[in-house]
């Protein structure tokens, strides 16, 4: 369905505004193209959007350092991530084959701009309505040639048109408005100045782990869970996995006759722990990942058969140990299961070689915030998202990702999200399979805290008063608000 101006969308800035419009232009067009599967024209324009997008928000960015406006940054760093975005989206467009690839890929081009658009008009770039009768020095540089300067518009200065809606609430309403916020925590810089090859590549391959370990440390502290976070969400696992990997790990890698070899090509001290995995050859890099996967294989939990026939799985001494290291200082810190040998594939698979999980965990990561927000906390005027879009997005993930990390990708929206409870957990393993023995081989790390959440009343009966009160909350601010349209 086309998107339509309203004079409600108007921040009162010619340019914005203007910019705005064209924006609703090209997406309706896109849509268009995308209906009559003309992808020659859905590639066009995709491209002018794009051109578009990157000239408006160096506009949009040049008028809030102009009148001050105090979030310019976080307004900053949320275009570069949109930018990316659709750069990304238009490549996959663009480099697919198959007309089956390119109708998915207009579809997630579409919907990513539908949502995005009104979210970026309707919300975000709202908050410069307050904005817009501040004199401005300066005019902004715009490939458009009949552009006109930054000025309010309207009648007369800082006067919204009789037409347009005020979002000013009342203060029981006001928190209404605010983002969805939570801790993000992100890489230190690279460590540079080793000593040895030792040093950089013990450096490089912890640093490769962490951005697995520090993507899942995100969390929301205005959120309430009485059980404990899953053990890779614990800045606490993470120090005693490094001091695991150290132990257990880095000796087969660092004794390997092969990176030995390998090593003494490596001009390691122009490398730094973050540009060593793109600078040293892929045979090294292979023999790392090699000896990594080795080295826990041998923690693993091997068959034996007792003096009765039944075969039981052997726990060795070094495995023993890795789970005393493990063990969380106390139950409130992270839920680690005692390790076995699923516990020994999720530890293995926190190091690629080869890729770099990060701005891809990043990525969808940032389509399921997009989704929440859109489907679960929708906003004033935000475009909302179909029933059950941010459940099937966690679906897709699967296979993108290694075994599990799905899995925890679930968790850490019910970590993060609000309304992400533990009844949405429930239905989202319902769509995975119909008894629980068949969801715990997809999903064991959910059902694991399902199964404890079962027994936790408290927690349910929290969930569910928390869930009437954002309805009533949602019901009261549709009343104001139409009483305000009334008027």
Not at 200 to 226: G, S
Not at 261 to 283: A, C, G, I, P, Y
Request: glycine share 4%; net charge negative; proline share 5%.
């Amino acid at each position: 369905m086309a998107i339509s101006w309203r004079n409600a969308m108007s921040i009162g800035v010619l340019v914005i505004d203007d910019d705005h419009k064209e924006f609703i232009n090209l997406v309706n067009a896109v849509e268009a193209a995308a209906a009559s599967e003309d992808y020659v024209v859905v590639a066009r324009v995709a491209s002018e959007l794009l051109k578009h997008a990157v000239g408006h928000f160096d506009r949009e960015e040049t008028f809030m350092a102009q009148v001050g406006y105090p979030d310019l940054d976080p307004h900053r760093r949320g275009h570069k991530v949109i930018i990316r975005r659709l750069q990304l989206l238009i490549e996959a467009f663009n480099s697919a084959t198959r007309i089956v690839d390119k109708k998915f890929s207009v579809g997630e081009l579409s919907e990513l701009l539908k949502m995005w658009l009104l979210d970026h008009i309707l919300k975000d770039d709202l908050r410069l309505k307050a904005f817009a009768q501040r004199p401005v020095e300066m005019s902004v540089a715009s490939p458009r040639r009949d552009e006109p300067p930054l000025t309010a518009s309207g009648g007369g200065a800082g006067k919204p048109r009789g037409d347009d809606i005020q979002y000013q609430l009342p203060g029981h309403l006001a928190h209404l408005m605010a983002r969805l916020d939570y801790v993000i925590p992100q890489m230190p810089a690279p460590m540079s100045g080793f000593d040895s090859f030792e040093s950089l590549c013990e450096a490089a391959l912890l640093r490769r782990v962490d951005k697995v370990l520090i993507f899942f440390q995100r969390h929301n502290p205005r959120i309430v869970r009485e059980m404990p976070p899953f053990f890779l969400a614990s800045p606490e696992f993470a120090e005693k996995f490094h001091a695991a990997v150290r132990r257990f790990v880095l000796p087969t890698i660092l004794g390997n006759r092969m990176v030995r070899q390998l090593s003494t090509n490596v001009k390691w001290m122009e490398m730094d722990s973050e540009n060593f995995w793109d600078q040293v050859e892929r045979h090294l890099r292979g023999a790392i990942l090699s000896c990594w996967a080795t080295a826990w294989d041998e923690l693993r939990l091997v068959p034996a058969k007792k003096a009765d026939d039944t075969i039981v799985l052997q726990v060795k001494d070094g495995t023993k140990a890795l789970r005393e290291m493990l063990a969380p200082s106390s139950p409130a810190s992270y839920d680690l299961p005692r390790v076995t040998n699923r516990e020994i594939a999720v530890f293995k698979s926190l190091l690629d070689t080869q890729v770099d999980w990060w701005q891809d965990l990043n990525q969808t990561w940032q389509i399921c915030h997009d989704l929440y927000e859109q489907e679960k906390d929708p906003r004033i005027f935000q475009s909302r998202a179909r029933e059950g879009a941010l459940r099937d997005n966690l679906l897709r993930a699967f296979g993108r990702f290694p075994d599990s990390w799905c899995d925890f990708l679930v968790l850490a929206c019910h970590r993060i999200f609000p309304r992400v409870s533990s009844q949405f957990l429930e239905s989202f393993v319902a769509s995975i399979a119909t008894s629980d023995a068949v969801r715990e081989s997809y999903l064991p790390y959910t059902m694991r805290y399902l199964l404890l959440a079962r027994d936790h009343t408290e927690m349910r009966q929290r969930e569910k008063r928390e869930e009437e009160a954002f309805q009533e909350e949602m019901k009261n601010l549709h009343d104001y608000l139409t009483g305000r349209r009334a008027d």
